[in-house]
């Protein structure tokens, strides 16, 4: 089974704090992603990464970076942390590019305050 | 443009009801996928099904089946029987193989099932 882990479930932060969220998959996957999930919304792409090293904004990159050193680990940063990025934060990696089934991390629920 | 439509905002039946969840895509590709995903309360996405848009064969899996529909461009999710832990968010994604990462969600539908 794939195995998509996050560091933390619940986080709260305050404001301009630099927050580290952290994202682990244990199936030697090409691609992974951070979304952000809001109420009415639905999930939208932070940033993917299809390589160690390589990044790709996605649609609501601004006051986001995002490091992957390995292949397993993909970190979304908060460079400094506004109540306006409180949301749901899901990480998810497949086995190449598009069209394969995207697999998800159990989330990360960020409160800035 | 690429889009994923949900357009039932949330759903509630009763315990044994039938309930189907409506997913309606938009794509100039003709190679693509869709998905469909469950997100109990825990919080964490749970994938459910992956179609290819060649294969409009519709697909049982116990209680759930979906119904793939390339002439009206949908890819509709239909619970049969429905039970009290079927209650959640689901969501349905497309994704094409035509150069982007991408993957494209709607906003999802919230199935309410009481008891």
């Known amino acids: 089974d794939v195995k998509v882990t996050q560091s933390s479930r619940y986080l709260v932060k305050r404001t301009g704090e630099k927050v580290f969220l952290e994202c682990v998959q244990d199936?030697?996957?090409?691609?992974m992603f951070w979304y952000r999930q809001d109420p009415g919304l639905g999930l939208r792409l932070i940033y993917f990464?299809?390589?160690?090293?390589?990044?790709e904004k996605g649609d609501i990159p601004e006051g986001y970076s995002v490091s992957r050193e390995k292949k397993e680990r993909f970190s979304l940063i908060l460079e400094s942390a506004s109540t306006n990025q409180t949301s749901m934060y899901l990480c998810?990696?497949?086995?190449?590019?598009?069209?394969?089934?995207?697999?998800f991390g159990p989330g990360t629920r960020l409160l800035v305050l | 443009a690429q889009k994923v439509t949900q357009a039932q905002t949330e759903i509630s039946v009763v315990e044994k009801e039938d309930v189907t969840l409506d997913c309606v895509y938009e794509?100039?590709?003709?190679?693509?996928?869709l998905f469909w995903y469950k997100q109990p309360p825990s919080g964490e996405l749970v994938f459910l099904i992956r179609?290819?848009?060649?294969?409009?064969q519709n697909e049982i899996s116990g209680r759930y089946s979906w119904n793939f529909q390339k002439s009206t461009s949908s890819f509709n999710f239909t619970i049969t029987a429905s039970q009290v832990v079927d209650s959640a968010v689901y969501f349905c994604?497309?994704?094409?193989?035509?150069?982007?990462?991408?993957?494209?969600f709607g906003t999802g539908t919230r199935l309410k099932v009481l008891a």
């Open positions: 998810a990696s497949s086995l190449f590019r598009g069209g394969e089934t995207q697999y």
């Open positions: 199936m030697d996957h090409e691609n």
């Open positions: 990464s299809y390589d160690v090293k390589m990044k």
């Open positions: 794509t100039r590709d003709t190679t693509y996928y």
């Open positions: 179609r290819n848009s060649f294969d409009e």
């Open positions: 994604a497309l994704s094409t193989t035509s150069g982007t990462y991408k993957y494209i």
